[in-house]
């Protein structure tokens, strides 16, 4: 988009693609799931849109709130795994940025973004590549979906924070029961050679840690 201020930080090659297959969200709703500090909220509000910032942590809403001084984007507390009325068909685009594997309810998170918007609205996810689970050893079966462990780093950090696992089907069985239809999926390329140690890559192999998914609310038949 002409004009549009250009992230100064990307540190995993995801946030220029998202914004791209969002397309042009000047003066339109859109919603950060899970928007955490307000990373991705702020990027959001940078190229025009009007951002609703929602995150389950009450900590880090305070946190989006005081990068914010301007009072550009409305961050709220509540938990998009549930059904939230009021919200329904309120926004022309959501987007979401490495949220989905730490949600536990992913189905309801589905149902709730899919119902958010308008339609022909665009959802993007951004989010680890479920295939790299098992190159990464947070499980030993892909097929095991359902399973949670632990995120290392983070937990050797103090933060007790957990990988949910699920299959790539599940996940697009989910997002479709919505009534979302699939318009893109794309493997991320940056840091595909920046696994573990211990992963289950031969040296110098790459393998896509990060996913995007791209959906769009249709218009419903009459």
């Not at 409305?74 to 549930?82: F, H, N």
């Not at 098992?134 to 290392?152: E, L, M, N």
Request: include cysteine.
């Amino acid at each position: 988009m002409a004009g549009a201020k250009r992230p100064d930080t990307d540190p995993f090659g995801l946030l220029m693609p998202m914004l791209e297959l969002l397309g042009d969200i000047t003066n339109r709703r859109v919603l950060d799931a899970g928007c955490g500090e307000g990373y991705l909220a702020r990027a959001l509000a940078d190229r025009g849109a009007r951002v609703t910032g929602i995150d389950l942590s009450p900590r880090l809403i305070e946190q989006a709130r005081d990068k914010d001084p301007d009072g550009r984007i409305d961050y709220q507390v509540a938990d998009l795994s549930q059904t939230l009325p009021a919200m329904a068909g309120s926004f022309h685009a959501a987007a979401s940025y490495l949220v989905l594997n730490d949600v536990k309810d992913y189905r309801g998170f589905a149902a709730t973004l899919a119902a958010a918007l308008k339609p022909q609205g665009r959802l993007v996810l951004a989010f680890n590549n479920p295939h790299s689970a098992v190159i990464d050893r947070h499980v030993a079966d892909y097929f095991d979906s359902g399973a949670v462990s632990p995120y290392r780093g983070l937990w050797e950090a103090g933060i007790k924070a957990y990988y949910h696992h699920r299959t790539l089907e599940d996940y697009l069985d989910a997002f479709q029961a919505g009534g979302l239809r699939l318009i893109k999926l794309a493997d991320i390329a940056a840091l595909a050679g920046s696994h573990k140690p211990d992963a289950y890559l031969p040296p110098g192999g790459r393998f896509p840690r990060f996913m995007l998914l791209a959906f769009r609310k249709p218009i419903r038949e009459q």
